[in-house]
């Protein structure tokens, strides 16, 4: 696993090469192989300096989260991290020089082993990346980065790449001190051997780490001086607000970095690994690392996608109606290197669409993001037109008109007169069934649902659906579209509101139904807050407008007839409609919306709806927030709407912002425990009513001891 080799001039070169991995990475081996190598260059009486480099093109990518997903036994990761820290202790004080060549990124675990280096010198690699990014997934460094990094540049300029997860480029991370050069690729593990040798020929003292030096003072200032404190002070308030105490992984860093710098770097370390040990091993980090890491991956990498369908590449795609959202459609086509064709009912109107992608364009050159060739180049990519003429050649025609059965019909057929025989065509519809609308086509099985979410460009999910004549083909190659314009993609099937707008509005009615019971309406917004929700419930029917709420629920109840349900909450969206207030669109709603200030909530809204002498516990509130939401992912998961957890989480994490601790509704009941979500629906049930009843595949999981993760 670790190459050992001992030169002439007794330099130990050694190179990470994990057998059977395209990365290294740390887990119960490599930490053992790496335990094992370090003991042996710092007792080898013939080894007069180290230099570790990677055999792989990257030097780490950190920790194996498989081994950290599985991780049970609290002492036994507990005593596993204390053997890695006292192995790099024992190689940055055992008086020989170190250096780590480091040919590309090196992330987490991989950039904690390397600054246990005495000197870090890096590939001029414009991929590599050099960070510390663990709490992204829920989890906090457990190879000394809480101690080393702040100890090498300070706390102020530490803290945010600990809190945040910033990945810093080569000249990024060689500006804020964290390398000490950059050279040209496949010079480097040469500049390390170059400089541990010119320090073993100096003959000066044993190479020590700035820490380990007698009078080492931390840049910047100790914990206890009043710039430091600042930091922790506005940092904890920071953190409370923006994360409602939800995740643990944050405030273990900002506790692990002032505990260990008030003592010596050993008792640090030791503090770092039971904060790591407690977070790895919570509920946050474990839902976080299954549904952001592994279900995340498996759905960019098309997991979903039919087997012995050849791949075929987009290479001109048609959008239909240059609004918001088509025009948000061409851009990210046209960014993926795919002509796109922007049609509306005339020349005027699907200009102002591609006139979206010139403002967005133009503000990335303006911040020296993009040159002007590039997006100049891809501008040219989008052909606005009100021709149907130029969708001969296309491979997909993509429909992102108005939200009428009619006016679909309509574009579907005049497309199809146009279009190739074999190209495929889509529906942007949030709601509309997809077999309902392929009745206008004469290729139904060529026809599927690619449902964007606003703002296109900034909105990393695509909802495929699935007609009940849509071909396996056609799924595959739609999901090879959208790999193409670097989305990720679920696959759902064909329901009224499919998955995301179906789950997603019963967030929205709880709170409305909240109001109609007299909940006070701060109680209600600080609940979706405290859930974990980015905004609360009234805030976001104002946002998507109980206008649209109202009507969609008027569709709704004329196509199902008998078998229609009014949603809880419903008469309060149509009470703030007949007053005008729609939402943030007409600036007033639950809200007012001045113009030249913040937002805040309509002082009306008591006399609308008056509130309850007694006022529920936030808890109770919080509860049915994230029940609601769950209990009809779960009967999705039963109808079939949804056939994998996987797409159910990744779905509402990306689609609506459910909150990534909780791992997504599927993942929120498998985190409570099936039995025990049944028992609290059916007491939410008995309180609220039947919108809480657990569906049947939940009632037999539960008595057969099943789950829908391991």
């Known amino acids: ?67 950290l997903l599985s991780a049970t036994e609290a002492q036994q990761l507990f005593d596993r991290t204390c053997q890695l820290h006292q192995a790099l202790r024992q190689l940055e004080t055992c008086g020989k020089p170190v250096a780590m060549a480091l040919p590309g990124s090196a992330l987490g675990g991989g950039l904690e082993i390397a600054l246990a280096g005495h000197y ?17 997934l829920g989890l906090l460094p457990g190879g000394g980065g809480t101690q080393r990094l702040p100890r090498l540049i300070g706390v102020q300029a530490a803290m945010p790449l600990l809190l945040e997860g910033k990945r810093l480029g080569t000249a990024e991370a060689l500006k804020a001190g964290i390398l000490h050069a950059v050279v040209e690729p496949g010079t480097e593990l040469e500049a390390a051997r170059a400089w541990v040798l010119a320090q073993v020929l100096a003959q000066t003292a044993p190479v020590q780490q700035p820490w380990d030096a007698k009078g080492y003072k931390i840049p910047g200032g100790a914990i206890a001086s009043p710039a430091v404190q600042q930091v922790f002070t506005a940092g904890n308030a920071m953190l409370r607000a923006r994360t409602q105490g939800n995740y643990p992984a944050p405030a273990a860093i900002m506790s692990c970095v002032y505990e260990g710098l008030i003592t010596d770097i050993d008792t640090g370390l030791k503090t770092e690994a039971r904060y790591f040990t407690h977070t790895v091993l919570s509920t946050e980090a474990k839902n976080m690392i299954r549904t952001l890491f592994f279900n995340m991956n498996e759905a960019n990498k098309l997991a979903a996608r039919p087997a012995g369908v050849s791949t075929q590449a987009c290479q001109k795609v048609a959008i239909l109606g240059a609004g918001m959202m088509g025009a948000g459609i061409a851009y990210v086509t046209a960014k993926a290197g795919i002509q796109a064709v922007l049609l509306d009912v005339n020349a005027e109107a699907a200009e102002r669409g591609k006139a979206y992608s010139s403002q967005l364009l133009d503000k990335q050159v303006a911040r020296g993001k993009l040159s002007a060739d590039k997006a100049a180049a891809l501008l040219a990519r989008i052909q606005a037109t009100d021709d149907y003429a130029l969708l001969d050649g296309v491979d997909l025609v993509i429909e992102a008109v108005f939200e009428d059965r009619g006016l679909k019909a309509e574009v579907t057929r005049k497309s199809e007169a146009r279009m190739p025989a074999k190209a495929l065509f889509a529906s942007n519809t949030s709601t509309l069934p997809i077999t309902g609308l392929a009745k206008a086509s004469s290729r139904p099985e060529q026809f599927i649902g690619l449902h964007f979410f606003s703002p296109v460009d900034k909105m990393p999910l695509v909802e495929v659906i699935m007609g009940e004549q849509t071909s396996p083909e056609t799924l595959a190659r739609a999901l090879d579209y959208v790999k193409a314009i670097g989305m990720t993609p679920i696959v759902v099937n064909d329901s009224r509101g499919f998955y995301t707008s179906r789950v997603f509005q ?8 909240m109001l109609a019971e007299g909940v006070a309406p701060a109680l209600i917004e600080n609940a979706g807050l405290k859930a974990g929700m980015p905004v609360g419930p009234l805030a976001l029917t104002d946002e998507v407008s109980a206008e649209l709420c109202v009507k969609i629920d008027k569709q709704t109840r004329t196509d199902l007839g008998e078998g229609y349900v009014a949603p809880a909450g419903l008469e309060v969206a149509q009470r703030v409609v007949e007053l005008g207030r729609i939402g943030r669109k007409a600036g007033q709603g639950f809200y007012d919306y001045p113009k030249d200030g913040k937002k805040s909530l309509w002082p009306g809204l008591g006399a ?27 009967r999705c998961m039963q109808e079939g709407v949804l056939t994998t957890a996987r797409d159910a989480d990744v779905g509402a994490l990306l689609g609506w912002g459910f909150p990534a601790f909780r791992g997504g509704p599927i993942g929120q009941i498998h985190s409570v425990g099936v039995g025990a979500f049944v028992a609290q629906c059916e007491a939410l049930a008995q309180r609220h009513g039947a919108r809480f009843d657990v569906p049947a595949l939940l009632k037999d999981m539960a008595r057969e001891g099943r789950s829908f993760y391991i």
């Not at 019963?506 to 409305?512: A, Q």
């Not at 509130?611 to 769950?630: F, K, S, Y």
């Open 1 to 67: 696993m670790i190459h050992y080799d001992i030169d002439a001039k007794g330099l130990a070169l050694l190179r990470w090469d994990m057998p059977g991995r395209s990365q290294n990475v740390i887990n119960a081996e490599s930490c053992a192989a790496l335990v094992e190598t370090v003991a042996r260059v710092a007792t080898d009486s013939r080894v007069r300096g180290v230099v570790l480099s990677s055999a792989k093109p990257d030097f780490c990518a950190g920790g194996d989260l498989e081994w």
């Open 120 to 136: 870090r010198v890096a590939a001029s690699n414009p991929k590599a990346r050099f960070g510390l990014p663990e709490v992204t």
């Open 506 to 513: 019963t967030y929205v009615f709880e709170g409305l139904a």
């Open 608 to 634: 609308e709806f008056p509130q309850a002498a007694q006022q529920p516990a936030v808890e109770e509130l919080v509860q049915r927030l994230v029940a609601i939401q769950a209990v009809e992912a779960a």
